[in-house]
Structure formats: structure tokens, C-alpha cells
């Protein structure tokens, strides 16, 4: 079996004169052990390999083929079918490839105690883990999910210009549903943590969270439709961020596809909010030494203090754009060519504590988590309206559980009304959000 | 793609710790996709994927193992993988594999392959001109058309041999339309379990005019009113509300969890008396069937509610097996990357008795909802939420102004039992579903339905 290197590199060997030829291949393997009533309920290893060719004829044609765990005689067969489909495309002189630099590794990307992890280990983990959900609370005796998965990760890319990169990388996450119940009343927790190694995955705290989030919510009603500050708390927070991504990719602004597509330089957000992408930043679960086009990862503002400075592009929208990339390149693995997408997207943290922000928010609600953003946000015109569950706030303290609620506004009017942003940053894979107040908002109930 | 032989040394070595079965799923996967975005085709892709997974069932547990490698020596580790979930136990017996005859064939009528890449193109052009042609304030289309043929084979320890052929087509138009600051997008999409037929049913031009014509539309709208009113549902989005609110509580594994709020509640009324809904694999050629589901079980249509009353759930084979009840063929996957879980095919509410237009006119006020954007519920509580991408104001039985930013919110047996009329007009709406990080395609289907109250999420008065 070829190694990842000996692919990619008989990939680009196989260019013709004045073709522009990359290649990115990835392998992982993946373990997921899910657990339920004390037992193994599903116990998954997956061997995944496959390689990606881009090329990019002299007129600015371009192609794209793949194979799953090719041969190098497949791999240079996918150079060849990636030519025939390049004949068929536009021509468009902004499909370059990027040129050669050097990206500085992240060592501690890859945790070797955790790719060396028995298999074992993780069964006994996920167990733990459902069985601390289920004696938290007497009101949690069952849960909807629970799992534990890694994964041990490598990619190479080369090109005809002279890009030659490889990385490898572990993750481990766990998640937890908790189901509480109170007669014939069941509400759900939800609680998710990723991170590099074991030692940072604090998987204690994810049955912990799920339980609490759960059982806070039972006795929930529908209020009235009210018009008060909103705390949005992480995970809510991160459902919007996901919207925001796709606003501020410079291929959606080129495309007429972006509400910040004229406002550069402008004020589109409070003075506290900033929105920051930043691929070297270890703290972030989406930390690599480089894009998936090889371009070194880095660090953008995209909003200082409420003024938004710019867009996160790939080489080909930096060129077509007269920009700098960002080392934004995203693929959806080796089936497709890469996009424009985040690597480490959040909302730098500010200062307030939780306790602070409930007191500053008296007399509003506290949304716990936000439902049909995918479908009912509209990331062109930045409308939206999600269904939401939460809490009122009364004092510096949580009260009575809420259901049934629907939040709308768009995103630049809630940019602007927010008023204060917390100290509790708080990762979810490649999105990053403290808890967030919004001075005002409609919460729309009976 | 594999001998009878090799599959049951693989569901031998798999059952070398017993367990009450094993599985073998075998697949290979060639696809042509391309893209049209910004006037330009931005990228025509092929690929060839392949891999084989291994299962061992005991209880509602199992083990699973794949590999992209489908040679003797990986396939055996993987099968080793698998059976590494059992600590102990005997070796389990493998029954001789014989072939099983599919209850439903869904050949392509014009192969797909049989169309040059120029041919394709020419479609996604077709769909850009048309859209751009609609009206001058369509800014942007994106054209995205696809077709793959998954042929797959799947051995079982208990004997079944199942071959299958499964070819996909899908033509998707989205249309971005300004005007004045306001930006709006419409979406529509043609697709089936089929070839070059869907866009003779349905062609290029239809699905951009849609689409534009969506888009466009919004863009005269007001913000949608919010409180509770009567909703209408135009054919096939009360389809994609049943899918969402009542599919998913449906599923077997979730059930078997105790998280559906139809727990135990078979034969109980809990829609209204006008409801009849159905789960059918068999429906010829359509996006959300198949001859067999992931785990070789024959497709069928289940019911799963007759006049109200709540008849089944689907069923995958761990789930089936656990109630000793037989599997209703609803055992899906993605790909053979994971694991089969229960999840529904083509789910419909059938025709009722109504005419569209007595509906319309004798509501004197609610919301039209012609698109929906998609939805997500909580199957153990039964919440559920909408985004509209098309609906209008319904003022005195007529269907006036379109409203944007519509979010229907509701709870699956209050919603359900508050349909109050069901059309005759029955139409489909194929999609993807996605649960347990797996995508599958799906059919929605339904006639006009009005929901007689509802909340509405809006930002207008």
C-alpha cells in the first residue's frame, strides 16, 4: 500500500506540460463506541483512505476526480479523468494553485497516548460516562445517547507548484443526551466536548452538563410573547455563528451572496463584539499547520469591535479579489476541491462572568439551545427565525423553564444590540463562543 | 464485486464469538457531479468509492468495522474487528447464502452513462439561462446536478444474498433574486431513483422557473405575522412536516430508547381522524426508495397511521429482532462507512376528501406555506420547528401578500390532531435526512392540509 506522500507525488508527476496539477489525500482511522442501559450499544472502527486530483488546465479550465484507497495506477488515472472534466468547465483565470511556503508544524496536534489507546479504554469510557449520566439526578434514570469517539488523522498535499505539505492529528469528543423525566413530562439535556487527548477531554463534565441542561428544563412553558434582554448561551451562540461563517467568505461576497458584501470598514456590530478566525490557535479543536490547499494557516479579525475588516478567501477568491489568502481553504474531505470555510471561527471573550451577565440581563431569558437555524436562517439576506428553549432570568439567577418560543431578527440587528460578551469561550469543533447578551429582543411565545 | 464463497468465510470469521448474527455489506459507488455557480461551471467531478463493512448483531449491540479494501485479507480483519465487540462466546453457524428476489425493481429507463458530458452540461446551462431569462432582478444561480449508481451486495449469516442496483439522478436549482437591498433565494429540485427520465418528467427549465419564480416572489414580501393562526400546508410540504414531527418519534430506535413521545401508545388516536400516513420503499422510481433496505430486507410500505390512529413504528433489524416482530425494511445507511439505523423512505400523508380551494376559501385567516426550508424535532418530546422559504398571508379565503421569515413551532400530536381538512391533490418533495451523521435520500409527500392552529414565529404584527 502506497504511503500518502508516495501518492500525492505520483499524482503531480503525472501533469502534462502547462497543466497545473494538485493532489490531497487523507487517511484516518475512527473509533465510536456508543453506550446505553450499562452496555456496549455500538462499537464502530472505520479504515478510511482516498485521494482527491485537482487540475487546472493552461486556459484556466478545471477538473476534479477522486478515488477511495487508490493504487498509484488509480491515483494517475484520476489525473486523467480530472483532464477529461477539466474540457468541459468554464475557463476562468482566478483557478490557480497556490505557490510553496513554508507552514511551522503544530507538534501538539497529534497526542500519541491517545492514537495508542486501547480499545478497551474507550469501551470502559463511554460506559463510565452513561453510567455518571444516570446517577446524577433521580430524575435522569435513562439516556437518549451517549458516545465516545477519536479519530487519528494524516493528509498530504502536493502540486506542480512546488506545495508539499503533510500533517497528522488526533481528536476525541464525547456527547451525552440526557433524558429527564417528571411523570409523563420528558425533557433533553445536551452537552458535547472535544479536544487532542484524554487528558483534556474532561468527559466527567459532559454528563454533568447534559443531566443539569436537562432537568432545568422540566415544568417548561410556553410564555408570552415578550420583548427583553436575551442571553444566548454557547451552544445556542454557536448555532448563529455557523451563519456568520457563510456571510463573511469572500466566495459568497463574489457571488452576490453575502449581506456584508458592501460594508467593509463599516460598523456592523456592537463595540464589544469582535470575530476572530484563527487556524494556529491551539486552544481551538480546528488548529492545522495549513489549509487544505496547502497555504499556511493564520490569524484574521474579521470584526474588530463591531467594524468589519474583511473576508476569509481561498487562493482562488484572494485572486480573483486582488486579496491575500487567509489560508481559508476547506474541503469536505477528498471527494470534493476545496471552498471557503472557517478553521477556528469564534467570538473573542470579554470579561463578565456568567453570575455578572444573569444580573445585567434581569428580568430576560436565557436561551439554552435554538432549533431550525439551517432552515430558518437565511445567511443571504441575514433574516431569521428559530424555534428556542431556555430560562427566565430574575436577578442574577435562573427561574422558570421555557418552551415553544420562536426568536426572529437578522443578524446585523443582532450584531448591533449586543451589549455585553462573556469571559466562558467555549469551543464546539471549529466554532468558538462565549455566552452573549442581547440588549433586546422579541421572544415570541403565546 | 464478490464471490458467494469469500462472504461466507467473512460472516464466519465475524461470527467467531457468536452473537445473533452477522452481516456483510458490499459496496461500490460511481458518481458524476457538477457544478454551475456564477455563470460558470465551476467543476465537473468524478469519483469511484468502494468499501465493505462488517456487523455483528447480539441484542439491540452490535460491532462494526469497514474498509475502503475489498480483498480477502481486509475483509477478514474487518470481520475480526467486528466480532472484537463480543469478550466472549462460540462460534456462530453460517446458513448458505440464496439469492432473494426483489419485491420492486427500479431500473433507469435512459441510462445516465449513456449521456456525454456535454449533454450534462447543457442541462445546468438550460437551468441557468432560464432562471437568469425569469426576471432581471435574478442576481445569482447555482446549478447542481448529480448522478451516481450505487450497486451493492449484502450476505447475512442467517443466508440472504441480496444484489442491488440503485441509480440517482438529482437536478437542483437555487436562485438569488435583489431588489433594493433585499435579497431572497428560491430553491426546487428534481431527483429520483432513476436515469435521464426525472427531467423528461421534469425538466431543466420547470425546476429554474421555480425557483426563480420563488425567489422573486419574496422579494415583494412583509414579515410574516407571529402567534397562533391557522396554517395550510400547499401538496407535499404537509409531507415534510410529517416526515419531521411524526417520521422520526417513529423510528424503532428511538422508541426502543424511551425517547418518543409515541412510546407505547400504539392504537391510540393521536392525529386527526383525516390522517392516514404511510412508509413506502416500493413506490416505483421514486427518490426514497429501494428493491432492498442496507441490511437485505425486502422494501414494503408500512402503515403508520390509519384514520388517526397510530398503527407501527419502523423497524431496522436490531430493533425488530428485540420486539420479535419481523423488520419492515426501514434498516438504512449512508454508505458502507457506517452502521444501518432505522430510518423512513417515502413518508406520505395520503388524499383525503377535500378540494384545495374550499381549503383556501374557507379560512379567514392564517398562512399559505407553499416552501418549506427544512426543520429539526426532539422525537423524545415531540417539539418540532420549521423555516418557510415560501408562504403568504391567507386574509378573508384568499391567498394575498407573501410573508418571509415564517417559523412553524409546534408539538407533534397537538399539530397532528389540529388538521382540520386534507385535500386531493397529492404531490412529492424529495429530500435528504440526516440523523446520527448520516444522510440519506428521502421522500415527503402529501395534499393540501390545513392545520386549524399553530404557532407562527415572525417578526411582523
Known amino acids: 500500500m502506497p504511503d500518502l506522500g508516495e501518492l500525492v507525488r505520483a499524482a503531480v508527476e503525472a501533469a502534462e506540460a502547462g497543466e497545473a496539477v494538485e493532489a490531497y489525500a487523507e487517511e484516518s482511522t475512527h473509533t465510536e463506541v456508543s453506550a446505553h442501559k450499562a452496555e456496549v450499544e455500538g462499537l464502530t472502527f472505520a479504515e478510511s483512505r482516498g485521494a482527491g486530483v485537482r487540475l487546472v488546465l493552461?486556459?484556466?479550465?478545471?477538473?476534479?476526480?477522486?478515488?477511495?484507497?487508490?493504487?498509484?495506477?488509480?491515483?494517475?488515472?484520476?489525473?486523467?479523468?480530472?483532464?477529461?472534466?477539466?474540457?468541459?468547465?468554464t475557463p476562468d483565470e482566478h483557478n490557480v494553485l497556490p505557490e510553496a511556503a513554508d507552514a511551522e508544524p503544530i507538534e501538539a496536534l497529534f497526542n500519541p497516548a491517545l492514537a495508542a489507546m486501547p480499545t478497551?479504554?474507550?469501551?470502559?469510557?463511554?460506559?463510565?460516562?452513561?453510567?455518571?449520566?444516570?446517577?446524577?439526578?433521580?430524575?435522569?434514570?435513562?439516556?437518549?445517547?451517549?458516545?465516545?469517539?477519536?479519530?487519528?488523522?494524516?493528509?498530504?498535499?502536493?502540486?506542480?507548484?512546488?506545495?508539499?505539505?503533510?500533517?497528522?492529528?488526533?481528536?476525541?469528543?464525547?456527547?451525552?443526551?440526557?433524558?429527564?423525566?417528571?411523570?409523563?413530562?420528558?425533557?433533553?439535556?445536551?452537552?458535547?466536548?472535544?479536544?487532542?487527548?484524554?487528558?483534556?477531554?474532561?468527559?466527567?463534565?459532559?454528563?454533568?452538563?447534559?443531566?443539569?441542561?436537562?432537568?432545568?428544563?422540566?415544568?417548561?412553558?410556553?410564555?408570552?410573547?415578550?420583548?427583553?434582554?436575551?442571553?444566548?448561551?454557547?451552544?445556542?451562540?454557536?448555532?448563529?455563528?455557523?451563519?456568520?461563517?457563510?456571510?463573511?467568505?469572500?466566495?459568497?461576497?463574489?457571488?452576490?451572496?453575502?449581506?456584508?458584501?458592501?460594508?467593509?470598514?463599516?460598523?456592523?456590530?456592537?463595540?464589544?463584539?469582535?470575530?476572530?478566525?484563527?487556524?494556529?490557535?491551539?486552544?481551538?479543536?480546528?488548529?492545522?499547520?495549513?489549509?487544505?490547499?496547502?497555504?499556511?494557516?493564520?490569524?484574521?479579525?474579521?470584526?474588530?469591535?463591531?467594524?468589519?475588516?474583511?473576508?476569509?478567501?481561498?487562493?482562488?477568491?484572494?485572486?480573483?479579489?486582488?486579496?491575500?489568502?487567509?489560508?481559508?481553504?476547506?474541503?469536505?474531505?477528498?471527494?470534493?476541491?476545496?471552498?471557503?470555510?472557517?478553521?477556528?471561527?469564534?467570538?473573542?471573550?470579554?470579561?463578565?462572568?456568567?453570575r455578572e451577565l444573569l444580573a445585567e440581563a434581569n428580568g430576560g431569558v436565557l436561551i439554552q439551545d435554538v432549533s431550525g437555524v439551517h432552515s430558518g436562517a437565511n445567511p443571504i439576506s441575514g433574516e431569521f427565525s428559530v424555534g428556542a428553549t431556555g430560562l427566565r432570568i430574575e436577578g442574577d439567577a435562573l427561574g422558570e423553564p421555557l418552551r415553544e418560543m420562536t426568536i426572529a431578527s437578522t443578524i446585523p440587528e443582532m450584531l448591533r444590540a449586543v451589549s455585553a460578551v462573556g469571559s466562558d469561550l467555549r469551543f464546539f469543533t471549529s466554532v468558538g463562543v462565549p455566552s452573549i447578551l442581547i440588549g433586546e429582543m422579541t421572544v415570541a411565545g403565546i | 464485486m464478490l464471490d458467494r464463497s469469500l462472504a461466507e468465510e467473512v460472516l464466519r470469521a465475524a461470527r467467531r464469538r457468536g452473537g445473533a448474527f452477522a452481516e456483510l455489506f458490499v459496496e461500490e459507488r460511481s458518481s458524476v457531479s457538477i457544478r454551475l455557480d456564477d455563470g460558470k461551471v465551476e467543476e465537473l467531478t468524478t469519483g469511484l468509492d468502494r468499501g465493505a463493512g462488517v456487523r455483528v448483531g447480539h441484542g439491540t449491540s452490535f460491532g462494526y468495522a469497514f474498509s475502503n479494501r475489498l480483498n480477502r485479507e481486509a475483509?477478514?480483519?474487518?470481520?475480526?474487528?467486528?466480532?472484537?465487540?463480543?469478550?466472549?462466546?462460540?462460534?456462530?453457524?453460517?446458513?448458505?447464502?440464496?439469492?432473494?428476489?426483489?419485491?420492486?425493481?427500479?431500473?433507469?429507463?435512459?441510462?445516465?452513462?449513456?449521456?456525454?458530458?456535454?449533454?450534462?452540461?447543457?442541462?445546468?446551462?438550460?437551468?441557468?439561462?432560464?432562471?437568469?431569462?425569469?426576471?432581471?432582478?435574478?442576481?445569482?444561480?447555482?446549478?447542481?446536478?448529480?448522478?451516481?449508481?450505487?450497486?451493492?451486495?449484502?450476505?447475512?449469516?442467517?443466508?440472504?444474498?441480496?444484489?442491488?442496483?440503485?441509480?440517482?439522478?438529482?437536478?437542483?436549482?437555487?436562485?438569488?433574486?435583489?431588489?433594493?437591498?433585499?435579497?431572497?433565494?428560491?430553491?426546487?429540485?428534481?431527483?429520483?431513483?432513476?436515469?435521464?427520465?426525472?427531467?423528461?418528467?421534469?425538466?431543466?427549465?420547470?425546476?429554474?422557473?421555480?425557483?426563480?419564480?420563488?425567489?422573486?416572489?419574496?422579494?415583494?414580501?412583509?414579515?410574516?405575522?407571529?402567534?397562533?393562526?391557522?396554517?395550510?400546508?400547499?401538496?407535499?410540504?404537509?409531507?415534510?412536516?410529517?416526515?419531521?414531527?411524526?417520521?422520526?418519534?417513529?423510528?424503532?430506535?428511538?422508541?426502543?430508547?424511551?425517547?418518543?413521545?409515541?412510546?407505547?401508545?400504539?392504537?391510540?388516536?393521536?392525529?386527526?381522524?383525516?390522517?392516514?400516513?404511510v412508509d413506502d420503499a416500493t413506490i416505483a422510481n421514486a427518490w426514497g426508495s429501494f428493491s432492498f433496505d442496507d441490511e437485505g430486507a425486502p422494501a414494503q410500505r408500512t402503515v403508520l397511521f390509519e384514520e388517526g390512529v397510530l398503527r407501527g413504528w419502523l423497524y431496522d433489524r436490531l430493533r425488530a429482532e428485540k420486539d420479535g416482530v419481523p423488520s419492515t425494511g426501514n434498516g438504512r445507511r449512508q454508505s458502507y462507512a457506517s452502521p444501518p439505523i432505522p430510518r423512513m423512505t417515502n413518508t406520505y400523508i395520503l388524499s383525503g376528501g377535500s378540494k384545495p380551494d374550499d381549503i383556501i376559501a374557507s379560512t379567514a385567516r392564517g398562512v399559505y406555506v407553499t416552501a418549506l426550508a427544512g426543520g429539526q424535532t426532539n422525537p423524545a418530546t415531540g417539539d418540532f420547528v420549521f423555516g418557510c422559504s415560501e408562504a403568504f398571508l391567507i386574509e378573508d379565503g384568499r391567498v394575498t401578500t407573501p410573508?418571509?421569515?415564517?417559523?412553524?413551532?409546534?408539538?407533534?400530536?397537538?399539530?397532528?390532531?389540529?388538521?382540520?381538512?386534507?385535500?386531493?391533490?397529492?404531490?412529492?418533495?424529495?429530500?435528504?435526512?440526516?440523523?446520527?451523521g448520516q444522510s440519506v435520500p428521502v421522500g415527503s409527500g402529501s395534499p393540501t392540509i390545513r392545520i386549524s392552529r399553530i404557532t407562527v414565529g415572525g417578526t411582523g404584527a
Request: hydrophobic share 45%.
Open chain 1, 120 to 354: 478497551d479504554r474507550k469501551v470502559a469510557l463511554a460506559l463510565d460516562l452513561e453510567a455518571r449520566t444516570v446517577s446524577r439526578d433521580p430524575r435522569v434514570a435513562k439516556v437518549d445517547t451517549v458516545q465516545y469517539a477519536d479519530a487519528v488523522s494524516r493528509v498530504a498535499i502536493a502540486s506542480t507548484t512546488g506545495v508539499a505539505a503533510e500533517y497528522a492529528r488526533t481528536d476525541c469528543w464525547c456527547l451525552a443526551v440526557a433524558l429527564a423525566e417528571d411523570g409523563e413530562e420528558t425533557q433533553t439535556g445536551f452537552s458535547f466536548r472535544v479536544a487532542r487527548g484524554l487528558e483534556d477531554l474532561g468527559w466527567e463534565g459532559v454528563a454533568d452538563e447534559a443531566v443539569e441542561r436537562g432537568t432545568r428544563m422540566l415544568g417548561a412553558v410556553k410564555p408570552p410573547t415578550m420583548k427583553v434582554p436575551v442571553l444566548l448561551d454557547p451552544f445556542a451562540g454557536s448555532s448563529f455563528l455557523g451563519v456568520l461563517a457563510g456571510a463573511l467568505s469572500a466566495e459568497a461576497v463574489q457571488k452576490g451572496r453575502s449581506l456584508f458584501a458592501e460594508l467593509v470598514g463599516q460598523q456592523v456590530g456592537s463595540e464589544v463584539f469582535t470575530l476572530v478566525d484563527d487556524g494556529r490557535l491551539l486552544d481551538g479543536p480546528a488548529a492545522s499547520p495549513f489549509d487544505d490547499e496547502g497555504v499556511p494557516s493564520s490569524r484574521t479579525e474579521l470584526i474588530t469591535r463591531g467594524t468589519l475588516n474583511g473576508f476569509l478567501h481561498n487562493t482562488y477568491t484572494a485572486h480573483r479579489g486582488g486579496a491575500a489568502s487567509t489560508g481559508s481553504a476547506r474541503r469536505a474531505g477528498y471527494r470534493s476541491a476545496p471552498g471557503v470555510g472557517v478553521s477556528n471561527f469564534y467570538v473573542e471573550p470579554g470579561i463578565m462572568d456568567l
Open chain 2, 403 to 436: 410573508v418571509r421569515g415564517a417559523n412553524l413551532i409546534g408539538r407533534a400530536i397537538e399539530v397532528m390532531s389540529a388538521i382540520d381538512a386534507v385535500a386531493d391533490d397529492f404531490d412529492t418533495w424529495p429530500g435528504h435526512c440526516g440523523k446520527d
Open chain 2, 75 to 277: 475483509l477478514l480483519e474487518a470481520a475480526e474487528a467486528a466480532a472484537a465487540s463480543l469478550t466472549q462466546g462460540e462460534a456462530g453457524n453460517v446458513v448458505d447464502l440464496r439469492a432473494l428476489e426483489p419485491p420492486v425493481l427500479h431500473a433507469a429507463e435512459r441510462d445516465p452513462s449513456a449521456v456525454p458530458a456535454v449533454g450534462k452540461i447543457a442541462w445546468v446551462r438550460e437551468v441557468d439561462e432560464t432562471a437568469r431569462g425569469y426576471s432581471a432582478e435574478v442576481r445569482q444561480v447555482v446549478a447542481g446536478y448529480a448522478d451516481s449508481v450505487q450497486r451493492v451486495v449484502i450476505a447475512t449469516s442467517d443466508g440472504r444474498w441480496v444484489e442491488e442496483i440503485r441509480p440517482r439522478l438529482r437536478l437542483a436549482a437555487q436562485v438569488v433574486a435583489a431588489r433594493e437591498g433585499n435579497i431572497q433565494t428560491g430553491v426546487h429540485v428534481a431527483a429520483g431513483l432513476a436515469g435521464v427520465e426525472v427531467l423528461d418528467a421534469q425538466s431543466p427549465s420547470a425546476t429554474a422557473e421555480i425557483a426563480a419564480r420563488r425567489a422573486v416572489t419574496m422579494l415583494g414580501s412583509i414579515p410574516a405575522p407571529a402567534g397562533e393562526m391557522a396554517v395550510v400546508l400547499a401538496p407535499g410540504m404537509g409531507g415534510v412536516l410529517f416526515h419531521e414531527a411524526v417520521g422520526h418519534p417513529l423510528e424503532s430506535d428511538a422508541v426502543d430508547k424511551e425517547a418518543s413521545v409515541y412510546r407505547g401508545r400504539v392504537g391510540e388516536t393521536l392525529a386527526s381522524t383525516l390522517v392516514n400516513g
Open chain 1, 58 to 89: 493552461p486556459d484556466g479550465r478545471l477538473g476534479y476526480a477522486f478515488a477511495a484507497d487508490p493504487s498509484l495506477d488509480e491515483v494517475r488515472r484520476a489525473v486523467s479523468q480530472a483532464r477529461e472534466n477539466a474540457v468541459f468547465a
